[in-house]
């Protein structure tokens, strides 16, 4: 509290407090709107596309401008203005110029966030997302695990007649996404991650994380993939690095392997 007289409380003095006062409120509208989108970091959100440019596409969420990079977009989708999106929001930063919101619709979080939101019983904690692999607008891989005697983990993300995960595809602009059982044992794992081609046997070397696959000679093409996709993908959900070959004898046409196997999938935390 301030009792002003005379020549203390100036035209330049009453300025300098104006530009002050002003300067504090913008501080803490920054600090409040940083701390609203760190709590909610992880979350998805709806959101409204303002403009596209170099950086990528600005998102209005809940009257703050958010930034979809490029390598965030899904590459078979085309954004526009006033398009409504649902996105996540993956990273929150403090800059000196105010808080800068990062959201995604590529990233391996939206994924799970939208499984949550469709399966009840992922959401409740009955059913556990073990790994992610994904390849935005193209394909993912989804690892789940019961923790609870008696429940069928892959069918409750597919849902009756396949409900559930439709839904998700259908956010995801018809991403194929493949639900598998994971596995404490890394040779079962590996032969659930190359679904739908049937392995016939698993050989795992510890020392080079490296597991040597057999399927049936009519199923190679299948283990590995449209251009490797398959064999990609799981590597990426296991951890390991996959060799894929087929039972033909060396006479009937020789040993195949994938294309170098990618590298291990990073683990998405919990929810």
Not at 28 to 37: G, H, I, L, S
Not at 217 to 241: D, F, H, M, V
Not at 243 to 256: C, H
Request: hydrophobic share 40%; glycine share 8%; with cysteine.
């Amino acid at each position: 509290e301030v009792t002003p007289t005379g020549s203390q409380f100036g035209r330049i003095a009453a300025q300098t407090a104006k530009q002050v006062v002003l300067q504090k409120l913008r501080d803490a509208e920054r600090r409040r709107v940083y701390e609203q989108f760190v709590e909610r970091q992880g979350e998805i959100l709806h959101g409204q596309v303002q403009r596209i440019d170099q950086a990528g596409a600005i998102i209005e969420l809940d009257k703050v401008e958010a930034l979809m990079p490029r390598s965030e977009w899904i590459p078979t989708e085309r954004y526009y203005p006033n398009q409504r999106l649902r996105v996540v929001v993956y990273e929150v930063h403090d800059t000196p110029k105010g808080p800068q919101v990062l959201v995604s619709r590529a990233h391996k979080l939206m994924l799970r966030r939208l499984l949550e939101q469709e399966v009840p019983e992922i959401f409740n904690g009955t059913v556990e997302i073990k790994a992610i692999a994904r390849e935005p607008g193209a394909r993912a891989k989804v690892a789940v695990a019961a923790r609870q005697e008696g429940v069928d983990p892959v069918g409750a993300c597919v849902g009756m007649r396949g409900v559930r995960i439709q839904n998700v595809v259908n956010e995801l602009s018809g991403e194929k996404i493949d639900v598998i059982q994971w596995a404490p044992d890394p040779a079962v794992f590996v032969a659930n991650a190359l679904s739908p081609a049937t392995v016939l046997s698993v050989d795992i070397a510890e020392e080079t994380k490296t597991a040597r696959v057999v399927v049936p000679e009519r199923q190679l093409s299948l283990a590995i993939g449209k251009e490797g996709q398959n064999a990609r993908l799981a590597a990426k959900l296991t951890g390991w690095r996959i060799d894929i070959r087929s039972d033909a004898p060396p006479a009937a046409g020789g040993a195949e392997s994938t294309p170098a196997a990618a590298a291990p999938a990073a683990r998405q935390p919990g929810p």
